[in-house]
């Protein structure tokens, strides 16, 4: 019998595993490979990037993992608010004179100041809010998190707006993969003062791309990690939890005093099969969107357009957001090394519009936008590749705070780990697949006390 068996090789299930490495520990990985929606590959001095790319900085558990692991991150250097619309380029300057530098109605620029003021206000109110206390609990920080403005949904905090202004909030908004009509108001404000104040939330980047963090897990796990095995159920007993799975095309079934389901929400539902019927009901209300997104490497020798600036809002494009992944490399640089790497992100409707098409026909969508925002780029790609995530991950609908608390607690000998029962995505990953190891970390240490004793 295993210690403890962790169900997922993502972010969240390897941090768990991490924690738990001193016992004797199993992690099952449907995937070819470990990391989940954190993906990225080296090409040289650069990465192709697809998922998870900015991370929590001091003091955050994403730190504590990271110098465990022995992995260095950086701050993010550069602009992170320049944007793209109607054929105008911006890169500097205050935010909120953007409307008067963009071509749009007068209408749509007097609808945006005046959204934009409420935005700015919530934004102060989020603050002190999201702002953790000291000794406080990360659940309970989160719960009030959760609650803040979670009575309405963003494009009713802003009310209808014209074409153009609607277009310049929504590539903000829908970053965590659900619409303005779909995501709460809080959320939604929760991402504008993760943009706006670069000193909070999610702000480090990992040197060499992000897999560098989940690679390095997994090789330091060893055997412990099982790929292409695809978990079918898990039956919790009194004593012990039995989990199913099929590898090589063989059925095995393993017992475990303790189990860390870190999947997400539908498919850890979908395999419990004697779950608490209300944590049951709570997984089945929490929402997913889908995300495409492209990387692509480029070939330029000299100084561009883009190289001090992180990432570009690109609203009316076919992706939401473009972020310049070789910015770090060109801010290190005394010479402008040649080439750069960069990943385009449609989420949530616009991620929906391409599930369904080809690697070939998105890239040239991707492509034909490119070159509008900057002229000839596609004459400099000489890499460009796809991925498609149908559960991209999931957004704070209106009402999500109320089922918060059911879903942080255990059920029985069963700890549940992912980003989807907090806000900050990779962070949280982390920090529920930390919370989970350390509660089962204490059982397993004290049942040991007991048979010594």
Known sequence: MKDVIIVGGGLAGL??????????????????????????????????????????????????????????????????????????????????????????????????????????????????????????NYSVQQQRVFNFMNDKTFSEFTGELPEDADAIFRPTVSRSTGDPEQISAGAGIGYF??????????????MGGPSTL??????????????????????????????????DDEVHNVDARYIVMA??????????TNIDSEMGDALEQVAYGPHVSASFLTDETGPQIWDDVYSFATPKRSFDI??????????????????????????????????????????????????????????????????????????????????QSILTKPDRRIYFAGDYLGTLYTETAIQTGFTAAEEINGLLNHQTSKMIS
């Not at 993992?65 to 105008?88: D, E, I, R, Y």
């Open 322 to 403: 473009l972020i310049h992944n070789s910015n770090i490399i060109h801010s290190q640089s005394e010479e402008r090394r040649p080439g750069s790497s960069f990943m385009t992100f449609s989420p949530a409707g616009r991620g929906r519009d391409l599930l369904d098409k080809s690697e070939e026909e998105i890239i040239n969508i991707y492509l034909k936008d490119l070159d509008e925002i900057f002229p000839g780029f596609s004459k400099n790609v000489v890499e460009a590749h796809v991925k498609k995530f149908p559960l991209g991950s999931a957004y704070v609908f209106p009402g999500r705070g109320k089922i």
């Open 193 to 206: 003062d993760m943009i706006w104040n670069k000193s909070t939330g999610l702000s480090r980047v990992i």
């Open 15 to 136: 941090s768990a595993a991490w924690k738990l490495k001193d016992h004797d520990i199993l992690l099952l990985e449907s995937d070819h490979r470990t990391g989940g929606r954190v993906m990225s590959e080296r090409r040289g001095d650069y990465w192709l990037n697809w998922g998870g790319h900015v991370y929590a900085g001091e003091g955050s558990a994403t730190d504590e993992l990271f110098k465990s692991v022995g992995v260095h991150s950086q701050s993010v250097p550069g602009k992170l608010t320049a944007m793209s619309l109607n054929g105008k380029l911006l890169l500097d300057g205050r935010v909120e004179l953007y409307p008067f530098r963009v071509p749009m109605s007068w209408k749509a620029r007097f609808a945006l100041l005046c959204a934009g003021a409420k935005v700015r206000a919530g934004v102060l109110k989020y603050g002190r809010v999201a702002k953790r206390k000291p000794l406080e």
């Open 214 to 247: 989940t690679e390095s897990i997994a090789s330091g796990l060893g055997d412990s990690v099982q790929l292409n095995a695809e978990v079918s159920e898990v039956v919790q007993h009194e004593d012990y939890v039995t989990v199913q799975y099929t590898k």
């Open 263 to 272: 999947t997400p929400a539908p498919i850890t539902r979908k395999i419990m």
